[in-house]
Structure formats: C-alpha cells, structure tokens
T-cell receptor, first 114, second 109 residues
Framework: ETGVTQTPRHLVMGMTNKKSLKCEQH?????MYWYKQSAKKPLELMFV???????ENNSVPSRFSPECPNSSHLFLHLHTLQPEDSALYLC?????????????FGDGTRLSIL | GQQLNQSPQSMFIQEGEDVSMNCTSS?????WLWYKQDPGEGPVLLIA?????ELTSNGRLTAQFGITRKDSFLNISASIPSDVGIYFC?????????FGKGMKLTVNP
C-alpha cells in the first residue's frame, strides 16, 4: 500500500469513447503527477499539479485533459484517443513539486485503445 | 537535454548472487533516486541520495551518489526470488525528475 490509489486498474476503450482515470492520495501531499509508461521507453511526465495549480504540461495532446479539484484527487479525462495512447498511466504524489522530493506512485491504469 | 544511461538493460542471475547496476548522466543534479517496479504495480522508492559521495543502505540494497555527481550505482547482495522486477534510476534537481529506461532483473531459484 503506497498511499496512492488509482482506478480503474484496467480500461479498454474505443477511439471515440470518453473516459476518466482517477487518482487519490492519502499522504497529505500537495503535488500530484501523471506519467505515461510505454513499453521499452522511460517514464514520460505528462502533467504536474502543485497546490491544485497546473505547473507543468509536457506538450501533451489536448485529447488528454487533467483535472485537480483538490490536493488529494487528480483526474485524467480521455477523449478521442489513438492506438498509440495505449500504455500504463501512473499517478504519483510528493510533498511539493520542488527538487529533491521523492514521488510516491500508484499502481497505474492499464489503458488499451481499440 | 538531460539524458540518463542505465546499464545493463537486463540481467539474469542465480538466487544468492550479488548484482550491481549503474546510471550515468550527461548533467549534474542534486538528487539520485532508485525505484523498483514489480509486475502490475507502480514504482516504489528504494533509496534516495542527496549528496555527492553519499553511500546509503536499505537492507540488502546499497546505493551511492557518485563523486562527480553524474553517476550512481545500486548493489543488491544475496539476491532472492522476490528481487525480480525493473529497477529505475531517477535523477532530480531541476523542476522534474528524469527516469532511466530501467534494468529488468530475473532471479533464478
């Protein structure tokens, strides 16, 4: 139990569907992150939120839309995805989004686009 | 941009053997982190290093922050089957962490 919970664990969707990934952290952290993990590639940072404000958007396509209603919850809204978007999506949190802050990860959502 | 080279990319060892892996960077930063990812789970922090030359142990794991600040190594002693997984080095010191590609460890009983 890492203190970061992601739901659903698995998701299969068509390219025209709309779905959302959810992340919740119980660690009292103020920063939350979305990462994409594809086979044989390093983890790719997608978004960073610090105290509910988005501080990083790593050139992510607009078909991915994050939402952070409070410091404990983070969503990733998905629409009109492409097959190359199939991957493991990991949420993480840390005390703040500054340097020298280890991040704690959830177990991810395995996303498959048909 | 910052690049991390993690080697080897995979290793197959026998239970009880020691294993060593390392990372080198093209840049100097203030933090080295080592994570392990088990199949079907997210990465879990093993060791965090914050000073050049720092040597830190966590049970059978030992990691060091290189003196040049551009490299780090992780050693696992007396490996056991549950050591299998992917080990990531991570470098920090700017606004975001940079992950290596990972080293997949297989331990044969």
């Amino acid at each position: 139990e890492t203190g970061v919970t992601q739901t659903p664990r698995h998701l299969v969707m068509g390219m025209t569907n709309k779905k959302s990934l959810k992340c919740e952290q119980h660690l009292g952290h103020n920063a939350m992150y979305w990462y994409k993990q594809s086979a044989k590639k390093p983890l790719e940072l997608m978004f960073v939120y610090n105290f509910k404000e988005q501080t990083e958007n790593n050139s992510v396509p607009s078909r991915f839309s994050p939402e952070c209603p409070n410091s404990s919850h983070l969503f990733l809204h998905l629409h009109t995805l492409q097959p190359e978007d199939s991957a493991l999506y990991l949420c993480a949190s840390s005390q703040e989004s500054t340097v020298n802050q280890p991040q704690h990860f959830g177990d991810g959502t395995r996303l498959s686009i048909l | 941009g910052q690049q991390l080279n993690q080697s080897p990319q995979s290793m197959f060892i026998q239970e009880g053997e020691d294993v060593s892996m390392n990372c080198t960077s093209s840049s100097i930063f203030n933090t080295w982190l080592w994570y392990k990812q088990d199949p079907g789970e997210g990465p879990v922090l093993l060791i965090a290093l914050y000073k050049a030359g720092e040597l830190t142990s966590n049970g059978r794991l030992t990691a060091q922050f290189g003196i040049t600040r551009k490299d780090s190594f992780l050693n696992i002693s007396a490996s056991i089957p549950s050591d299998v997984g992917i080990y990531f080095c991570v470098q920090g010191g700017s606004e975001k962490l940079v992950f290596g590609k990972g080293m997949k460890l297989t331990v044969n009983p």
